[in-house]
């Protein structure tokens, strides 16, 4: 029975090279040097060549199983898994959660090639990159944080989305901390800087978008800011000066690209495991985070940073609490109490002064709800939690004798659901 017989170019070449020999042209030694191989591996071959022909010179391994092939078995069960379990994991992460969980010990390139024999698509497409410019990491973690909000289906595509609010160190890639709010928002920024602050201490400055819980979005000055000369912060650009951390504002998405890259990772990661753990709303979620996946994450993805050490500032639990609030001027009314929208709190009698009425005052809701009064720096009254929502933004009415178009800007609390 006749059959074909496919040669390699290299199989072919010494068939040509031993028909040589074979003629008495060429000897066996100048066809070890010809074919660059050892001179007693060339009586082999020879010898296999003169025995069985052009046959003889195709690999002997040719048409059998590679020692090193995965087991039928396993192939199968991996597609079972991945089926069953880990469908939306991309090929990486499904790699590593068949170690953890499965105890199956296979390459990431294994996995890859069974799932696209079994015609299993990748996850998402790489899209070519665009030409952009480096920047440079900062050489030391604490140097500079970067931090902003993902809103997303995070829960699955069932349930209604919310904004996953992270911060990494530009240093190392290190996820600072993490949590998940109903939307992107002043609490939100503050809850997360004081995971922060708890978790690492404070960072000497922040990279940020220019988001109006940053900066202010308007370009108009009050009277109070033309005689000081400078226009007042937002609330969390309030809480960062009294804490010393710089604020630095990125002018496109790509600027702070670490941080919007890790939103791709967690994009690509945390829904499959949320999913996969049967985590589906923010209290369990959070908790999770905190509890397993910050310090997981740090261990597949934190890269060493250029200099040992630390640049982040310990904060004390008093300052944090102190400092990390929202704030606001009030006058005392004649009868002794402050109103903020439908909240009223009375202010008891007590030193430097016995009575409070027509006082400038600073109020400050705590990040746990409570409120407080201030004058001169001491505290004079407390009120119990309501609830934490961020400030609206208004205008006074112009004053008798103001110069004509003279706003006075003031940030009032209102008791009622902020604006999406």
Same mark, same amino acid.
């Given at each position: 029975?006749?059959?074909?017989?496919?040669?390699?170019?290299?199989?072919?070449?010494?068939?040509?090279?031993?028909?040589?020999?074979?003629?008495?042209?060429?000897?066996?030694?100048?066809?070890?040097?010809?074919?660059?191989?050892?001179?007693?591996?060339?009586?082999?071959?020879?010898?296999?060549?003169?025995?069985?022909?052009?046959?003889?010179?195709?690999?002997?391994?040719?048409?059998?199983?590679?020692?090193?092939?995965?087991?039928?078995?396993?192939?199968?069960?991996?597609?079972?898994?991945?089926?069953?379990?880990?469908?939306?994991?991309?090929?990486?992460?499904?790699?590593?959660?068949?170690?953890?969980?499965?105890?199956?010990?296979?390459?990431?390139?294994?996995?890859?090639?069974?799932?696209?024999?079994?015609?299993?698509?990748?996850?998402?497409?790489?899209?070519?990159?665009?030409?952009?410019?480096?920047?440079?990491?900062?050489?030391?973690?604490?140097?500079?944080?970067?931090?902003?909000?993902?809103?997303?289906?995070?829960?699955?595509?069932?349930?209604?989305?919310?904004?996953?609010?992270?911060?990494?160190?530009?240093?190392?890639?290190?996820?600072?901390?993490?949590?998940?709010?109903?939307?992107?928002?002043?609490?939100?920024?503050?809850?997360?800087?004081?995971?922060?602050?708890?978790?690492?201490?404070?960072?000497?400055?922040?990279?940020?978008?220019?988001?109006?819980?940053?900066?202010?979005?308007?370009?108009?000055?009050?009277?109070?800011?033309?005689?000081?000369?400078?226009?007042?912060?937002?609330?969390?650009?309030?809480?960062?000066?009294?804490?010393?951390?710089?604020?630095?504002?990125?002018?496109?998405?790509?600027?702070?690209?670490?941080?919007?890259?890790?939103?791709?990772?967690?994009?690509?990661?945390?829904?499959?495991?949320?999913?996969?753990?049967?985590?589906?709303?923010?209290?369990?979620?959070?908790?999770?985070?905190?509890?397993?996946?910050?310090?997981?994450?740090? $261990? !597949?993805? +934190?890269?060493? #940073?250029?200099?040992?050490?630390?640049?982040?500032? /310990?904060?004390? *639990? &008093?300052? @944090?609490?102190?400092?990390?609030?929202?704030?606001?001027?009030?006058?005392?009314?004649?009868?002794?109490?402050?109103?903020?929208?439908?909240?009223?709190?009375?202010?008891?009698?007590?030193?430097?002064?016995?009575?409070?009425?027509?006082?400038?005052?600073?109020?400050?809701?705590?990040?746990?709800?409570?409120?407080?009064?201030?004058?001169?720096? $001491? !505290?004079? +009254?407390?009120? #119990?939690?309501?609830?934490?929502?961020?400030?609206? /933004?208004?205008? *006074? &009415?112009? @004053?008798?004798?103001?110069?004509?178009?003279?706003?006075?800007?003031?940030?009032?609390?209102?008791?009622?659901?902020?604006?999406?």
């Amino acid at each position: 029975m006749r059959g074909d017989i496919i040669l390699s170019q290299e199989e072919a070449h010494r068939a040509k090279v031993f028909g040589e020999v074979s003629k008495g042209s060429m000897t066996l030694r100048e066809a070890a040097i010809v074919l660059r191989i050892s001179y007693r591996h060339t009586r082999r071959v020879y010898r296999r060549f003169r025995e069985q022909g052009v046959a003889g010179l195709a690999h002997r391994r040719r048409g059998r199983p590679a020692s090193n092939a995965i087991d039928p078995d396993l192939r199968t069960r991996i597609l079972h898994l991945h089926e069953q379990d880990y469908d939306n994991f991309n090929d990486t992460h499904f790699t590593e959660m068949l170690e953890e969980q499965d105890d199956i010990m296979v390459s990431r390139e294994t996995v890859r090639s069974i799932l696209r024999s079994a015609g299993k698509p990748p996850k998402r497409k790489r899209r070519p990159r665009k030409h952009r410019s480096r920047r440079p990491r900062k050489p030391k973690a604490g140097i500079m944080m970067q931090w902003d909000g993902s809103p997303h289906h995070w829960f699955g595509p069932d349930r209604p989305p919310c904004c996953l609010m992270g911060a990494i160190d530009d240093a190392d890639s290190r996820l600072l901390g993490a949590l998940f709010v109903a939307h992107e928002s002043a609490v939100g920024y503050l809850r997360l800087l004081d995971m922060v602050i708890q978790r690492q201490g404070a960072p000497i400055s922040v990279y940020q978008d220019r988001h109006s819980i940053h900066e202010r979005p308007d370009d108009h000055w009050s009277i109070e800011e033309e005689i000081m000369g400078v226009r007042f912060p937002t609330h969390v650009g309030r809480v960062l000066e009294d804490l010393g951390i710089t604020p630095i504002p990125a002018h496109s998405p790509q600027a702070k690209g670490r941080v919007e890259r890790s939103f791709g990772v967690l994009q690509d990661r945390l829904i499959a495991e949320l999913e996969f753990h049967g985590i589906n709303n923010i209290e369990d979620a959070n908790r999770w985070l905190k509890e397993v996946f910050i310090d997981r994450y740090n $261990n !597949r993805f +934190a890269k060493m #940073p250029e200099l040992k050490g630390s640049a982040f500032r /310990r904060v004390s *639990k &008093r300052d @944090r609490y102190l400092k990390l609030a929202f704030a606001y001027e009030a006058t005392v009314t004649n009868d002794n109490c402050v109103r903020l929208g439908g909240l009223i709190i009375d202010i008891p009698p007590g030193k430097p002064r016995r009575s409070y009425a027509k006082a400038k005052v600073l109020v400050k809701q705590h990040l746990d709800g409570a409120w407080s009064i201030w004058y001169q720096g $001491n !505290r004079i +009254a407390a009120h #119990p939690p309501t609830e934490l929502r961020d400030p609206v /933004r208004s205008w *006074k &009415r112009r @004053r008798k004798g103001d110069p004509k178009g003279a706003k006075h800007m003031i940030q009032v609390y209102l008791a009622s659901r902020p604006a999406p």
